[in-house]
């Protein structure tokens, strides 16, 4: 596993001001995703830390202000953010200041990856208010058309650092089993944050679908145990979704370079795993936590870890 400072000279990031602003990042990443920073550490090559790094930062903050709040609050809070992003990225085209950390490592990021990332950020952008104004789904059209316009943009930001070029015939694939992965992750993360969505008043999952089993937003609120039963038939089938998007997306490693295979097939394994314990709980959910289990995952860590090692000697020889 290279040292951090190794990832940014290997990234070429070595003007000193850059190089601590990408320490900013990584330390605030390692705090808020700790399991994913601890994967791309171990998995990804070092040239291509930083920027997951930048761009999950930026990811992160961005949701941050716009999480919290009535709807007109998020939407000024994002249309503020975006006026920011968008003048911080004109440095990257070598145009205005920045003294930001965070947006000068984004900044830094898109202008070695430009032009691709920039789409990548201003599609998320584009997309970010439906997330600040998001107070729930009626439909599972609302559901479907929020991944298309939010999870999936946000996904992008590091996904397209390992996609594959138009000369390999795979973008659509890539773009399709990326679309199938967030899909199973965030129907995943709806389930395992109920009990604290449900107390703000807002949850990801459809209203009509609590219907079809009894169930009201209400009852989820007051945490009532008449409904844990109707509630665990509600978890089993949202799993079935959950599980059938995952499947859907297990051919991604195999649509890249052989470098980043081990870091996709760790993240598809650790949904699984996160998939798993949501089914578990059922209809505790609204009283438990559901997360993988950690030694788990340090496994699935770890197996991809001597995979990519052992790829690594192969090609040296």
Not at 18 to 33: G, T
Not at 55 to 71: C, S
Not at 271 to 284: D, H, T
Request: with cysteine; proline share 6%; net charge neutral.
């Amino acid at each position: 596993m290279p040292r951090w400072t190794a990832a940014l000279t290997e990234a070429g990031i070595t003007d000193q001001t850059l190089r601590r602003a990408y320490d900013s990042q990584r330390e605030l990443v390692r705090k808020f995703a700790f399991p994913q920073y601890l994967a791309a550490r171990l998995l990804l090559p070092a040239r291509l830390l930083p920027p997951v790094v930048a761009m999950v930062a930026f990811m992160h903050e961005t949701d941050d202000r716009i999480d919290t709040g009535d709807p007109d609050i998020r939407s000024k809070a994002l249309s503020e953010w975006d006026r920011q992003v968008r003048e911080a990225l004109d440095v990257a085209s070598g145009a205005g200041t920045c003294d930001n950390s965070l947006l000068l490592a984004l900044a830094d990021t898109v202008r070695r990856h430009h032009p691709h990332l920039a789409v990548r950020v201003h599609d998320f952008l584009n997309g970010a208010p439906t997330e600040a104004n998001w107070t729930g789904f009626e439909t599972e059209a609302d559901f479907q058309a929020y991944i298309d316009s939010y999870s999936l943009p946000a996904l992008m930001l590091t996904a397209s650092l390992m996609a594959p070029g138009p000369e390999s015939g795979q973008e659509e694939g890539f773009h399709q089993g990326c679309r199938a992965l967030i899909e199973g992750w965030q129907r995943s993360d709806f389930l395992a944050d109920l009990s604290e969505d449900a107390e703000q008043g807002r949850i990801g999952i459809a209203r009509d679908e609590l219907e079809r089993h009894g169930l009201t937003l209400l009852d989820l609120h007051t945490k009532s145990e008449k409904c844990t039963p109707a509630l665990g038939r509600l978890v089993s089938t949202q799993a079935d979704l959950a599980e059938a998007a995952l499947r859907a997306c297990r051919g991604l490693p195999a649509m890249v370079e052989p470098p980043y295979r081990p870091f996709l097939r760790a993240l598809i394994s650790v949904q699984e795993l996160q998939l798993r314990a949501v089914r578990g709980k059922g209809g505790s959910l609204l009283h438990e936590e559901a997360r993988p289990p950690i030694a788990a995952t340090l496994l699935v860590l770890a197996r991809q870890y001597v995979a990519a090692k052992t790829r690594q000697r192969r090609t040296r020889r």
